[in-house]
């Protein structure tokens, strides 16, 4: 035991909170208790209150005579609504993640090359993104008003829309109006909000592709579109997963697109389970029902972030 | 190419501009489309806002020009007579509270994470980030429940309570990636020179983590203006709202829609937030990355 190294173990002897056993769990202690309390305990709740009889008038749990079975998943299912909520969330979801995968590659491609004016178009194309959503869906709503849409007034002009015209005999087009003008609408407003992400996500993915591997391609000769399909998107691939599970989760939990634009209307035909849960749950009073239509999006949620577990977990190997 | 003869270099060389100047314009081109896609919305908003009603409302007039000389009467409106003020003063208050509980949790949590965790630490790290991705939607419904229970409905500090459950996932995650580059040896030379662990993480870590603290304040903030849902189900009064929902509910009466100030305060409130957003956007992504990307 003759002179002792000066390891900070040794040297932290002398403070009783020094101990690694002791400090570590103590700092971490208010980030868990957070987040155990609540997000933890309310998604406990969430399960509960789907098997309960809980409304906004009377929101406890007090005993077993609150416990209702699957009564709510079975009146919640036997609704018409429900069920094209539930098709309109999956199927939102799906078409708007195709064009977002592509369109950001291309855009992430355009953003790694140099050119004047970069910063700004850098700033513009991630407005949807950086801005708060509810208000960036707000311009949309306006743009595409029954009566003043700019759209509207560009197509009467360019004898697209009025009397005796392709789009028929009206002066409006009625986007938000119509059953699949307003599915249409919705879809783009989410193309635009998750496009931004999922670009600057694969654009620090380009940016990481070693440069001796382009300068190798480029001795060879490879082209343009030789370069993007044998080196670009393979090596991107890891990244561009994580962009999608990440776009798909901001979409399909989406509330605000759908309540803002078209309030899940016409006649319920862009409702999604997020909205659906919201006007059953908050606005109609009925918190089990509401909890159980929310807990729909459970399943895939569990499957993305298995999906980001196994990824994280991946890139932590190389 | 020295060895091609003088004519047919000269081809090539033409065709090669000719390939370069089309592959500008391709360039160009399409940075330009998506600049609108994405911008057109907040252009729309701008114009909007400095319009006169006789203007805006005379279905003659192209929407795209000022028929009427602009007006800032709107913004006035706004201003000084509708609930706005009271919706950007909740917003801070409640943005204020959501930052100090952030740094203060955050802090402590990603030292420890990185530092004083091993291995275990940083898959504990990567759990905590996956709670930013349980959404507000799951959530929201349970929560007015615990909101209630708490007394705290109808008010905006049942946000400020709330809030922090996705800052803490997201800014410890940042936290971590900034903690990982401290050098080890600062802090230990501190000790040697007799400081405890945490007065060593005091006059060390904290100083140089500085860059990586602002970072989290300016995250909480904007996630706070950023946040809907649980705003929407919250809170029913005017006088607690945020802005996010405050001018999609207040502005809006019934069938009456005050358009040009209603785009007033979103633009007004989305640009200078999209600006923030923007100057510390790298970070926010290197987090996003998973360490997928090694930056």
């Given at each position: 035991?003759?002179?002792?190294?000066?390891?900070?173990?040794?040297?932290?002897?002398?403070?009783?909170?020094?101990?690694?056993?002791?400090?570590?769990?103590?700092?971490?202690?208010?980030?868990?208790?957070?987040?155990?309390?609540?997000?933890?305990?309310?998604?406990?709740?969430?399960?509960?209150?789907?098997?309960?009889?809980?409304?906004?008038?009377?929101?406890?749990?007090?005993?077993?005579?609150?416990?209702?079975?699957?009564?709510?998943?079975?009146?919640?299912?036997?609704?018409?609504?429900?069920?094209?909520?539930?098709?309109?969330?999956?199927?939102?979801?799906?078409?708007?993640?195709?064009?977002?995968?592509?369109?950001?590659?291309?855009?992430?491609?355009?953003?790694?090359?140099?050119?004047?004016?970069?910063?700004?178009?850098?700033?513009?194309?991630?407005?949807?993104?950086?801005?708060p959503i509810a208000l960036g869906v707000l311009g949309?709503f306006w743009?595409?008003?029954?009566?003043?849409?700019?759209?509207?007034?560009?197509?009467?002009?360019?004898?697209?829309?009025?009397?005796?015209?392709?789009?028929?005999?009206?002066?409006?087009?009625?986007?938000?109006?119509?059953?699949?003008?307003?599915?249409?609408?919705?879809?783009?407003?989410?193309?635009?909000?998750?496009?931004?992400?999922?670009?600057?996500?694969?654009?620090?993915?380009?940016?990481?592709?070693?440069?001796?591997?382009?300068?190798?391609?480029?001795?060879?000769?490879?082209?343009?579109?030789?370069?993007?399909?044998?080196?670009?998107?393979?090596?991107?691939?890891?990244?561009?997963?994580?962009?999608?599970?990440?776009?798909?989760?901001?979409?399909?939990?989406?509330l605000s697109v759908s309540l803002v634009l078209t309030r899940g209307g016409?006649?319920?035909?862009?409702?999604?389970?997020?909205t659906?849960?919201y006007f059953?749950?908050i606005q109609g009073?009925?918190?089990?029902?509401?909890?159980?239509?929310?807990?729909?999006?459970?399943?895939?949620?569990?499957?993305?972030?298995?999906?980001?577990?196994?990824?994280?977990?991946?890139?932590?190997?190389? | 190419?020295?060895?091609?003869?003088?004519?047919?270099?000269?081809?090539?060389?033409?065709?090669?501009?000719?390939?370069?100047?089309?592959?500008?314009?391709?360039?160009?081109?399409?940075?330009?489309?998506?600049?609108?896609?994405?911008?057109?919305?907040?252009?729309?908003?701008?114009?909007?806002?400095?319009?006169?009603?006789?203007?805006?409302?005379?279905?003659?007039?192209?929407?795209?020009?000022?028929?009427?000389?602009?007006?800032?009467?709107?913004?006035?409106?706004l201003?000084?007579d509708t609930s706005f003020r009271t919706f950007i003063f909740n917003t801070?208050?409640i943005?204020?509270?959501?930052?100090?509980?952030?740094?203060?949790?955050?802090?402590?949590?990603?030292?420890?994470?990185?530092?004083?965790?091993?291995?275990?630490?940083?898959?504990?790290?990567?759990?905590?980030?996956?709670?930013?991705?349980?959404?507000p939607?799951?959530?929201f419904?349970?929560?007015t429940?615990?909101?209630?229970?708490?007394?705290?409905q109808n008010s905006k500090?049942s946000m400020?309570?709330?809030?922090?459950?996705?800052?803490?996932?997201?800014?410890?995650?940042?936290?971590?990636?900034?903690?990982?580059?401290?050098?080890?040896?600062?802090?230990?030379?501190?000790?040697?020179?007799?400081?405890?662990?945490?007065?060593?993480?005091?006059?060390?870590?904290?100083?140089?983590?500085?860059?990586?603290?602002?970072?989290?304040?300016?995250?909480?903030?904007?996630?706070?203006l950023h946040e809907f849902v649980y705003s929407l189900a919250f809170v029913q009064s005017s006088g607690e709202k945020t802005v996010s929902v405050g001018v999609f509910t207040e502005l809006i009466r019934g069938d009456v829609y005050f358009w040009?100030s209603l785009m007033a305060a979103a633009?007004?409130v989305a640009?200078?937030?999209?600006?923030?957003?923007?100057?510390?956007?790298?970070?926010?992504?290197?987090?996003?990355?998973?360490?997928?990307?090694?930056?």
């Amino acid at each position: 035991m003759s002179a002792p190294a000066l390891t900070t173990r040794n040297v932290g002897k002398r403070y009783f909170f020094d101990s690694e056993r002791v400090l570590g769990p103590l700092m971490l202690f208010p980030a868990v208790i957070y987040i155990v309390a609540l997000v933890g305990f309310p998604l406990i709740l969430a399960v509960l209150y789907a098997f309960s009889d809980v409304t906004v008038g009377d929101p406890r749990i007090t005993g077993t005579e609150n416990f209702v079975g699957f009564e709510n998943f079975r009146d919640v299912f036997n609704d018409r609504v429900f069920q094209k909520a539930l098709r309109n969330t999956i199927v939102f979801t799906l078409v708007s993640q195709v064009f977002v995968i592509v369109l950001a590659n291309v855009l992430a491609l355009v953003l790694s090359a140099d050119f004047h004016g970069k910063r700004l178009v850098r700033f513009l194309v991630l407005l949807p993104w950086t801005t708060p959503i509810a208000l960036g869906v707000l311009g949309w709503f306006w743009m595409l008003d029954s009566v003043y849409s700019p759209i509207d007034y560009a197509m009467r002009q360019m004898g697209l829309l009025g009397p005796d015209s392709v789009f028929g005999p009206g002066r409006n087009m009625y986007w938000l109006g119509k059953t699949d003008l307003a599915q249409g609408a919705v879809v783009l407003v989410h193309i635009w909000r998750t496009l931004p992400l999922a670009t600057v996500i694969l654009l620090a993915g380009l940016t990481s592709i070693p440069q001796d591997v382009k300068d190798a391609a480029n001795v060879d000769g490879a082209g343009f579109w030789r370069q993007l399909f044998y080196i670009r998107l393979p090596l991107l691939l890891p990244i561009m997963a994580v962009a999608v599970l990440f776009s798909l989760v901001f979409t399909f939990t989406d509330l605000s697109v759908s309540l803002v634009l078209t309030r899940g209307g016409p006649v319920n035909d862009t409702q999604v389970l997020s909205t659906w849960a919201y006007f059953r749950g908050i606005q109609g009073g009925n918190l089990a029902q509401g909890a159980a239509i929310a807990l729909f999006m459970l399943p895939v949620l569990i499957a993305i972030a298995i999906g980001m577990l196994r990824l994280a977990r991946r890139s932590e190997n190389n | 190419m020295a060895a091609l003869p003088p004519t047919q270099r000269f081809a090539s060389e033409e065709s090669g501009r000719g390939k370069h100047v089309l592959a500008r314009t391709v360039l160009y081109g399409t940075a330009v489309i998506f600049s609108l896609f994405a911008a057109i919305p907040f252009g729309w908003m701008v114009l909007t806002m400095f319009k006169t009603n006789n203007d805006l409302y005379n279905p003659r007039n192209n929407p795209f020009l000022y028929n009427d000389p602009p007006t800032l009467a709107n913004i006035d409106l706004l201003w000084n007579d509708t609930s706005f003020r009271t919706f950007i003063f909740n917003t801070f208050l409640i943005a204020i509270v959501v930052m100090a509980i952030t740094v203060i949790i955050v802090v402590p949590a990603a030292y420890s994470l990185v530092r004083l965790s091993g291995r275990w630490g940083s898959n504990l790290g990567i759990l905590i980030f996956l709670v930013y991705l349980v959404p507000p939607t799951l959530l929201f419904i349970p929560m007015t429940g615990v909101i209630a229970d708490l007394g705290l409905q109808n008010s905006k500090w049942s946000m400020a309570l709330v809030y922090p459950t996705f800052t803490i996932p997201f800014c410890t995650w940042l936290m971590m990636g900034f903690m990982r580059s401290v050098p080890w040896e600062i802090e230990e030379q501190a000790m040697i020179d007799g400081y405890s662990r945490i007065g060593a993480i005091w006059r060390t870590v904290i100083p140089i983590s500085i860059p990586g603290i602002l970072t989290v304040v300016i995250f909480s903030f904007t996630l706070t203006l950023h946040e809907f849902v649980y705003s929407l189900a919250f809170v029913q009064s005017s006088g607690e709202k945020t802005v996010s929902v405050g001018v999609f509910t207040e502005l809006i009466r019934g069938d009456v829609y005050f358009w040009q100030s209603l785009m007033a305060a979103a633009a007004l409130v989305a640009i200078p937030v999209a600006l923030l957003y923007n100057y510390f956007l790298d970070r926010f992504i290197a987090g996003f990355t998973l360490g997928a990307v090694k930056g």
